[in-house]
């Protein structure tokens, strides 16, 4: 399955953990395991039984999303080609987050972002190549600035953060075009309802990815005008993901990262009931 990012020996206390800056807490250190992300041949030869071949049973990119299930399940998420969990000794703020599906039920203020919204329609494409277009790149770039106000990112530099986070690769190629690191992932793309004649404003956009039994909510990005604020796209855009998962008949949905003492974190908790994984172990929390 891979070998764990090995940072300096001689300078990194946990030569084990692959380190970086806290992206939560100012001045702190995270560690993370990280492994890369079984290609879709090798998560056969894990998945699939031994009596099998590529021409019976689940094929190659199911047994890659059956995997991914299960590193979900022990509290990873994706970053390109890598699975990732927090793994900071000194720290255990970031929890893992999930939501049994046949058991959520929407509060009255989630119901009413759901009516609110209902102007709204949303596009599901599983094509790389629809992943990274012109106009999704301007409204990265945009959103960037609510978190790095005083920075304005280019659009190359928009460009290729999101080829990252969907795990988008330019192939040699030019007949190949692109191919992604996990089957499983694809876009929602959120847009004014339209004359019909041409397709609506486009003002959010969710990477989503999809297991055999479960999604996992990797991110979301949006119009950050007043008016699109107003409307508590982020919130909608969970409660559709979790509205997809109840209809393809998966059992989980997996919001990331909870820290109950980060602002812009906690709201997960609002989405009930939720389970934390907490000591090796997921752990139904108490309202």
């Not at 970031?94 to 949303?122: G, M, W, Y």
């Not at 190949?176 to 847009?191: A, D, I, K």
């Not at 979790?242 to 949905?253: K, Q, S, V």
């Not at 009931?273 to 139904?284: A, C, D, E, I, R």
Request: charged letters at 25%.
């Amino acid at each position: 399955m891979g070998t764990t990012a090995q940072p300096d020996e001689g300078t990194e206390p946990y030569p084990d953990l692959f380190a970086s800056p806290c992206g939560y807490f100012d001045g702190r250190t995270s560690h993370y395991t990280v492994f890369r992300l079984p290609a879709p041949e090798d998560a056969f030869d894990i998945a699939a039984p031994d009596n099998l071949n590529n021409t019976q049973g689940p094929d190659a990119e199911t047994c890659q999303q059956i995997v991914f299930d299960s590193l979900l399940a022990e509290g990873f998420r994706r970053a390109d080609d890598f699975v990732y969990r927090a793994d900071c000794p000194d720290c255990r703020q970031c929890i893992p987050i999930r939501i049994a599906v046949p058991d959520f039920k929407p509060s009255k203020s989630q119901r009413r972002v759901l009516s609110h919204n209902e102007d709204i329609t949303i596009r599901i494409t599983q094509n790389p190549a629809d992943f990274i277009t012109t106009e999704k790149v301007k409204l990265y770039c945009a959103y960037d600035r609510r978190h790095n106000p005083h920075e304005t990112k280019t659009s190359d530099a928009g460009r290729a953060e999101l080829m990252q986070m969907n795990g988008v690769h330019e192939c040699a190629s030019a007949v190949e075009g692109v191919r992604v690191s996990y089957s499983g992932t694809f876009n929602m793309e959120y847009r004014m309802t339209s004359d019909g004649n041409t397709p609506g404003k486009l003002i959010g956009v969710g990477i989503v990815d999809a297991g055999a039994d479960s999604l996992s909510s990797n991110y979301f990005y949006y119009d950050i005008s007043p008016g699109i604020m107003k409307r508590s796209i982020g919130t909608y855009s969970i409660l559709r993901e979790i509205d997809l998962c109840r209809r393809l008949g998966f059992g989980w949905y997996y919001l990331g990262y909870w820290l109950a003492d980060c602002r812009k974190m906690v709201y997960k908790s609002a989405y009930n009931p939720h389970q934390l994984f907490t000591g090796g172990s997921w752990q139904t929390a108490e309202k």
